[in-house]
């Protein structure tokens, strides 16, 4: 039994102008993956954060002399 997900009619994740290939899915070729590769490497996909929010300034145990564990 097949279903839809199976059958490659889904639009590339990428430009979503052509179906995803078998060889490259969920891209629709070699192109679209290697430019989706690029802007995860270029940091284009960022997840928001708070305003001023900096994940290395927050102090830690070790940074107030305490010794760890």
Do not use: H
């Amino acid at each position: 039994m097949s279903s839809k997900a199976d059958s490659g009619s889904r639009p590339c994740v990428y430009c979503r102008k052509q179906p995803a290939a078998a060889p490259f899915r969920p891209f629709c070729s070699e192109g679209c993956r290697s430019r989706d590769l690029n802007a995860w490497l270029s940091d284009a996909y960022v997840i928001p954060g708070k305003t001023g929010e900096d994940e290395l300034s927050d102090v830690s145990a070790l940074d107030n002399g305490e010794e760890a564990g």
